[in-house]
Every structure is written in structure tokens, then in C-alpha cells.
């Protein structure tokens, strides 16, 4: 990416459809579309309707134009949006008549990153825009919107501000002579560091739960062959995804279906019969569920009578489902074993409410903003450590103000990485190039 040049692409999809918006971004925006639209100005934030044409004079479309002045904008640099009609080839010919009268296609990210770069967003905001784009929930994209308006960066920096003032008292402190260190615990600085550590800890336990509503969670449904795996997927989708026979291993290849439970995305696996194979393909059924089992959040061990083994599961926690509840035979007396009926859907919604519960989906709350990804999780954890290490050297009988400092600087390190003040650029680069080319 070289800041100061003008960059171009398109906002939406590329595809038929009605309306298609190609965003520039850059010193030139300005320039560049009084040049096409043969305009002397535009008027910030107001649409004006007229014409693009290319270098030659020749008329691309008629469009709908509006400009965002810096500081003002997505980006924090003059940007123009330029809505035409949704034909690929027409959003093509714009893009090639904005670059060129000056410039470039833009990489994936890059106007967030701009808007990164400018101060407008802070890397947890920036997270908030990849995953509102990619959002498979209504209670996700409100949980994101909350984020993107700073409301978790707000809390975080809250933080940030607390550990920087006992960080200024320590310094303070070590510049008074050594023999002058107070040898107990100011109550200042206990207060201040359990005051962060609560809110820090605060965070790591709900970060789970904005993970678990951001990417979702997967479930596999194992078991011997002929059991009722894809009867209970079919029951649970509402569908018939999955073909049903009674001949064993019918099921070779694992079958996906995604379904929303309380706004959380759930993957449901089909997977192939656990038994000795007996041909190649079915080897690979076997082999591939054995890999989905050490994947799983949650594996349904699926039997249809009390004898029957349980299937291998390679350590996710697991819910006994007991299917063919219809048939008299079928009974158990073990209180852990869900008794369904996939034919009758008699027991799904124990089951359902089983799966939610395992899952932490029903603690799920989207009042307040929580931690949604890996790295964000990652960050508070080291954050959390330090701020334990500092308490537990707080707590000896001889306080060692320096190293109690250095600890403090960790943990700010950390949450400056969180919020992106101080992240390396490999980080950097891997979070832009999850994005889209248009954002």
C-alpha cells in the first residue's frame, strides 16, 4: 500500500443487479470525477445526478455522484462514491476511466485501512467492519455495530487510562530515592491494579461468548452406520439434505447444514459410519469424520438402542443421544442419554435445548460489547497475566516497585496491541486481508 496515491474499486459485489457503487479514495478523488462528470464541483455529502464519461468523451453511464470531504469520511481523505446501473461491464468501464485520469485499483482493505491509518478506526473497529460484512446473524450485526461506534473501544481504553496512571505514580516513585520506597502497599496501588484486574477479567470471561456469536460453533453428528445420523440432520434442518436408506454407509462424505440457534451459527455435520470399512471410499468417510471429531465444539454420539457402543470421539464434549424413541425397545434409564425420535421429532427440542446449553449459547448477551475474535482474546489474556503477576508481587511482604512497573508495562503493551497503537505489520496485514477488495 503507498499512502498519498488515489485508489479505486468497487463497493458492492461485482454481478447484475440494479444499483452498483464504485468508491474512490485520495488526494485526486476530486479532481479525477470533476474531470469525468466535466463538472466544476460537487457539493459535500449532497448526490448530484450526471454523467461519467471515459477519456475520450465517451458517456460510461449516468450516475448518481457524492462526495465526502476530509477529514469527514470513511477513510479520512476525500472519497467520492459513484452509484450507477449494476452491470459488471459498466462498473469495469468506470474503474478503468477513474484509473485512467490518475489511479490505481485498491488492494483488499485498503479503505479501511486508510481509515485506520487516519485515526478514524482503531484495529477493534476495523475487526467490527470485516465481521459486520461477513455477519450470518441479525443478533451478531447489532453486536458489531455497537463495536464499530466505539463502545468496546471506549471500555478498553478505560483500561488502557487506569493502567497508565499507576504506571505514572510507580514511575514517580522510583524517582524518589530507593531508600524512600514504601516497603507495604500503598492502598492506591492495590486498589488501582485489583480495580483493573476485575475489568480485564471481566472481558476474558465474555470473550467466549463474542467468539462463539461471531464464527459460530460446529457440532458433529457420529456414530455406527445405519444409526439415523442424516434421519436426525434432515429432522434438525427442516430439510433432506442428507439421503436416508437402510443400507448401511450410505452416508460416505460428511453432509453440512449451517442453521442460526439464539443468532449463533451453527455448523451441523453428517458424517460418514463409524465401523471397519470396507473400500476405499469408505475408508475416507471414516477418515474424514475421525478429523471432524477432533474439530468438533460439540459431537452428538448417536446410537439407536441402550447396547449399542458409542462412537470415538476424540475429547469435545459430548452429548448420548438415544434416536428411535418410537420404538418400545428402545428405552434407557440413564438420565445423561437424550431420548429422540428423528422419524417423529419426538426429544428435538430437549435435544436443541441441550446443544444451546453445552454450547454457552443460551448465556449469550448482546446488551454489552464483548471480545469477538481470536486475536482480540489472545491480547486480554496477556493482559490478564501481567496484571495477576503485578497482584501476586503486590501481596509479598517486600514490595519491588520496579518489577511491579514492568509488569504494568506488559500489560499495556498488550492492550495497545489490542487495540492496534502497537501491532507488528504481519498482524496488521493478515487482519486487512481477510477484507474484501472493496472495503
Not at 73 to 102: F, K, M, Q, R, W
Not at 171 to 180: F, K, S, T
Not at 290 to 313: E, H, Q, Y
Request: charged fraction near 25%; hydrophobic fraction near 35%; include cysteine.
Amino acid at each position: 500500500m503507498i499512502l498519498g496515491d488515489t485508489i479505486v474499486a468497487p463497493a458492492t459485489p461485482f454481478g447484475h443487479s440494479g444499483v452498483a457503487v464504485t468508491r474512490i479514495s485520495g488526494p485526486l478523488s476530486f479532481p479525477i470525477i470533476n474531470r469525468l462528470s466535466k463538472k466544476n464541483g460537487f457539493s459535500n455529502r449532497l448526490a448530484t445526478v450526471c454523467s461519467i464519461a471515459d477519456s475520450d468523451g465517451n458517456t460510461v453511464d449516468r450516475c448518481v455522484v457524492t462526495v465526502y470531504k476530509k477529514p469527514g469520511s470513511y477513510t479520512g481523505e476525500d472519497v467520492v462514491e459513484i452509484s450507477s446501473h449494476g452491470n459488471p461491464t459498466t462498473v469495469e468501464y468506470i474503474i478503468l476511466s477513474v484509473c485512467a485520469a490518475g489511479a490505481r485499483t485498491a488492494e483488499p482493505g485498503e479503505f479501511t485501512k486508510r481509515a485506520f491509518i487516519n485515526g478514524k478506526l482503531d484495529l477493534v473497529q476495523v475487526e467490527a467492519v470485516a465481521s459486520l460484512v461477513n455477519s450470518k446473524s441479525i443478533e451478531n450485526t447489532r453486536h458489531q455495530q455497537k463495536i464499530l461506534r466505539g463502545t468496546l473501544s471506549l471500555s478498553i481504553n478505560n483500561i488502557r487510562t487506569k493502567i497508565v496512571s499507576l504506571l505514572g505514580r510507580l514511575e514517580h516513585q522510583m524517582d524518589i530515592d530507593e531508600e524512600e520506597w514504601p516497603t507495604a502497599p500503598p492502598s492506591w496501588l492495590v486498589d488501582g491494579v485489583d480495580a483493573v484486574y476485575l475489568k480485564v477479567r471481566h472481558f476474558k470471561k465474555t470473550s467466549k461468548f463474542g467468539r462463539l456469536l461471531n464464527r459460530g460453533a460446529t457440532v458433529v453428528i457420529a456414530g455406527p452406520p445405519n444409526v439415523g445420523k442424516s434421519s436426525l440432520l434432515n429432522a434438525l434442518s427442516q430439510s433432506s439434505r442428507s439421503i436416508v436408506s437402510s443400507s448401511p454407509g450410505t452416508t460416505r462424505d460428511t453432509i453440512e447444514v449451517e442453521l442460526l440457534m439464539r443468532g449463533v451459527p451453527v455448523l451441523f455435520i453428517d458424517t460418514a459410519g463409524l465401523r471397519q470399512p470396507k473400500d476405499e471410499i469408505e475408508k475416507e468417510g471414516v477418515r474424514r469424520t475421525k478429523n471432524f471429531l477432533k474439530r468438533a465444539d460439540l459431537v452428538l454420539s448417536l446410537t439407536d438402542g441402550p447396547k449399542s457402543k458409542k462412537p470415538l470421539n476424540a475429547g469435545a464434549p459430548t452429548l448420548s443421544v438415544l434416536n428411535k424413541s418410537d420404538l418400545q425397545s428402545n428405552k434407557t434409564k440413564n438420565p445423561s442419554v437424550i431420548h429422540i425420535s428423528a422419524k417423529t421429532g419426538a426429544g428435538l427440542p430437549l435435544l436443541k435445548r441441550k446443544i444451546s446449553q453445552q454450547l454457552g449459547i443460551n448465556k449469550i448477551s448482546t446488551d454489552s460489547p464483548s471480545l469477538s475474535t481470536s486475536r482480540q482474546h489472545v491480547a486480554m489474556v496477556a493482559c490478564s497475566d501481567a496484571i495477576q503477576r503485578s497482584r501476586s508481587l503486590i501481596k509479598k511482604q517486600h514490595l519491588d516497585i520496579e518489577i511491579i512497573a514492568f509488569e504494568l508495562r506488559e500489560a499495556l503493551n498488550a492492550v495497545d496491541a489490542l487495540l492496534g497503537k502497537t501491532s507488528p505489520e504481519d498482524i496488521l496485514d493478515h487482519v486487512f486481508n481477510s477484507f474484501c477488495v472493496g472495503k
